[in-house]
């Protein structure tokens, strides 16, 4: 259970607020920030948004409020260390604010948390996490609903669905349930338009992002009965698209998504060696063939980095792997 009336508290006995989020936010991180900062506000409270990371042009619609700024030492760091309260939004690990990392460390403000990772470091003062949240959006969310600390209104609203509606993949994963979509409905009646906003996160890919996915798709083979797919993606076929490695997020899903395939695998050629995302559905340990080859991760999604490595080396031995971990 998270402790709103601490959190309530925490609001109450304090003036100035710096909020930060975790290296490349996406919209769950920058909605909670924005929503958390709309509640401040709202109370006539301080507030600095200080991000690592610049915020992305596809989601800069959600701060139309522009309270956003990129961290600069020389301006920042006064602030953070004179602040009362440093609030880790949508993470809960220091080196996830990067360059920010030292700079909060050592700030003598209150350091609190509201996140819904795993496994929080102990740089806390106060946590108001949980796993079970499916984004770091739910438990602001949940924090207005059972303190009525303020009312909700379109601002808030927007930056809660959105960051609801990306965590949860568009409300299809593990931890989606129907209050998830309760609260989605509550934050709809602020006017929001459903498919602008889906429109705005989603279909806003680079053309060379999705020439290279095509080219992606062709290499898909299947293995061990149908049970592993996978595909391959050489430097050739990033410079022939002119796209860029961080564009094959989330391309390795397409392998999972084949009728009977339970584990999917991606195959990535990087400047020094190779990259391997992991894919696998129910209790397949994913991780466990991960770490075989120099990785780890979770359950169903692991990835592995193999400096030296050559496709033609290590893709048939990791094929061969994954055999017994399919049943
Ligand atoms: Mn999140």
């Known amino acids: 259970m998270v402790d709103f009336q ?25 909605g909670s920030e924005i929503a958390f900062a709309a509640i401040l506000k709202k109370l006539g409270k301080t507030v600095y948004i200080v991000n690592h990371s610049e915020t992305p042009e596809y989601l800069k619609f959600l701060d ?8 600069e030492p020389e301006k920042h760091d006064r ?15 220091s080196d996830r604010v990067v360059s920010m990392e030292k700079s909060f460390l050592k700030s003598p403000a209150l350091k609190i948390c509201i996140d819904h990772h795993e496994e929080p470091h102990k740089i806390f003062d106060y946590l108001f996490t949980g796993t079970e949240f499916v984004a770091t959006g739910e438990i602001i969310y949940d924090f207005i609903n059972e303190t009525k600390i303020i009312e909700l209104d379109e601002n808030i609203a927007l930056n809660l669905y ?18 998830t979509h309760l609260i989605a409905a509550e934050l709809l009646k602020f006017g929001l338009q459903p498919i602008e906003i889906y429109d705005k996160l989603y279909n806003q890919n680079e053309k060379s992002k999705i020439i290279l996915l095509g080219a992606a ?17 050489t430097r050739k076929m990033l410079d022939d698209a002119k796209a860029d490695e961080s564009e094959v997020d989330g391309f390795v899903n ?3 998504s084949i009728k009977g395939v339970r584990v999917g695998l991606l195959f990535l ?8 995302s992991y894919r696998s559905k129910g209790k397949i340990a994913i991780n466990k063939l991960a770490a075989e080859f120099e990785g780890g991760g979770h359950t169903n999604a692991s990835g592995s980095r193999i400096y030296g490595g050559t496709l033609a080396e290590y893709q048939p031995k990791i094929i061969k792997a994954a055999k017994k971990y399919l049943d």
Request: hydrophobic share 40%; glycine share 4%.
């Open 254 to 256: 397409y392998c999972l």
């Open 6 to 30: 601490k959190l309530k508290e925490i609001i109450e006995q304090n003036e100035t607020f710096l909020l930060t989020c975790h290296v490349n936010p996406d919209a769950d991180a920058l």
């Open 269 to 276: 050629e990087v400047k020094k060696g190779i990259k391997i």
């Open 64 to 71: 139309y409020l522009n309270l956003v700024e990129k961290y």
């Open 217 to 233: 798709l062709e290499t898909i083979t299947t293995a061990h009965g149908g049970k592993v797919a996978y595909m391959t993606i």
């Open 79 to 93: 602030i953070i260390d004179e602040t009362d309260v440093l609030v880790a939004v949508d993470f809960n690990q």
């Open 162 to 179: 959105s960051a609801i509606m990306t965590d949860t993949g568009s409300f299809r994963f593990e931890r989606t349930t129907a209050k």
